[in-house]
């Protein structure tokens, strides 16, 4: 079993930076594909990036690539998602996600899931 919890939401100006984390806790988190993914109101969770468990290979989805990054801190038992010059279609919940398989951009995929945090992207 693993409990993900995700913070560093809130509200941001256009051009504005944020960074995510994502704290697990349970067992063998290292050995888990961290995916973060998003979800605007009324529309389907999507895939933001992902990170392999030794950091490797990381992933970020083509429109986001330049703006957001991923690492992750296997110590802190923790993941991140930096995100700079973020923009008003930015802004949706974010989560962060466990996959055991593997990685994946699918949400079917992912094993546990964290609460999310919103992020809002306003002036």
């Known amino acids: 079993q693993v409990q993900l919890v995700e913070s560093g939401g809130g509200l941001v100006q256009p051009g504005g930076s944020l960074r995510l984390s994502c704290a697990a806790s349970?067992?063998?988190?290292?050995?888990?594909?961290m995916g973060w993914f998003r979800q605007a109101p009324g529309k389907e969770r999507e895939f933001v990036g992902g990170i392999s468990w030794s950091a490797f290979s990381t992933y970020v989805a083509n429109s986001l690539l330049g703006r957001f990054t991923i690492s992750r801190d296997n110590a802190k038992n923790t993941v991140y998602l930096q995100m700079n010059s973020l923009k008003p279609e930015d802004t949706a919940v974010y989560y962060c996600?466990?996959?055991?398989?593997?990685?994946?951009?699918?949400?079917?995929?992912?094993?546990?899931w964290g609460q999310g945090t919103q992020v809002t992207v306003s002036s």
């Open positions: 996600a466990a996959a055991h398989g593997g990685a994946s951009r699918s949400t079917s995929e992912y094993d546990y």
């Open positions: 349970g067992r063998t988190f290292s050995s888990y594909f």
